[in-house]
Structure formats: structure tokens, C-alpha cells
């Protein structure tokens, strides 16, 4: 299984980027797909995830009501589409997903917002 993420770049504060994970290789069991991200020099915290028997959702305090996070499972794809994004949350974002009981992470793409 393989994650490719993309949509990453520089913003200025106020801005908005959309981020897209696409999973390729050998899918069949998807239950978990979603976002991490690592600050410089801050530890990997969860952004947001997303359910696919259902689609609930769960989203990081810090990002509630300006990240959202979808999914098209035709394409296996996870996105997050961030707007009024802050300098605090410049980091590296990383893809997850979830299936058969294992974690595979995509290889990470960097969002940095300029105040």
C-alpha cells in the first residue's frame, strides 16, 4: 500500500490550501483514513480522521470549525480542505490509513502559513 499526498505549499494567514491523500496498492478493507501533522520541533498530533463505515468524523480542538476533512472512496482518497489557516499550523501534514488492523502513513507534505 502506498499513500501519495499532495496540496501542500506557503499561504499567508487567512489563506486556505486543500491537501489530497491517495492510497494505491492493495486496498480492500479501509476503515480509517485522516490527517496527522508535526510542527517544527512539536511532537506528531492527530489534525483529523475520518470513518469510513459511516464517515464520522473526529477533528483536533485546534482545528475545529476551519479544517474539514473528506473522503471519495472510488478514488481512495482522503482530503482536507483548510481554510482560515493561522501560523500555528504550519507543519508537516502526513495522510494515515487505516486497514486490517495496520497503520500505513503517506510520506508527508509541508504547509507553511506566513503571518
Known amino acids: 500500500v502506498q499513500l501519495q499526498a499532495s496540496g501542500g505549499g506557503l499561504v499567508q494567514a487567512g489563506g486556505s490550501l486543500r491537501l489530497s491523500c491517495a492510497a494505491s496498492?492493495?486496498?480492500?478493507?479501509?476503515?480509517?483514513m485522516g490527517w496527522y501533522r508535526q510542527p517544527p520541533g512539536k511532537q506528531r498530533e492527530l489534525v483529523a480522521r475520518?470513518?469510513?463505515?459511516?464517515?464520522?468524523?473526529n477533528y483536533a480542538d485546534s482545528v475545529k470549525g476551519r479544517f474539514t476533512i473528506s473522503r471519495d472512496d472510488a478514488k481512495n482518497t482522503v482530503y482536507l480542505e483548510m481554510n482560515s489557516l493561522k501560523p500555528e499550523d504550519t507543519a508537516v501534514y502526513y495522510c494515515?490509513?487505516?486497514?486490517?488492523?495496520?497503520?500505513?502513513w503517506g510520506q508527508g507534505t509541508l504547509v507553511t502559513v506566513s503571518s
Open positions: 494515515i490509513m487505516d486497514q486490517s488492523f495496520r497503520r500505513y
Open positions: 496498492g492493495s486496498i480492500f478493507s479501509i476503515t480509517v
Open positions: 475520518i470513518i469510513t463505515n459511516g464517515g464520522s468524523t
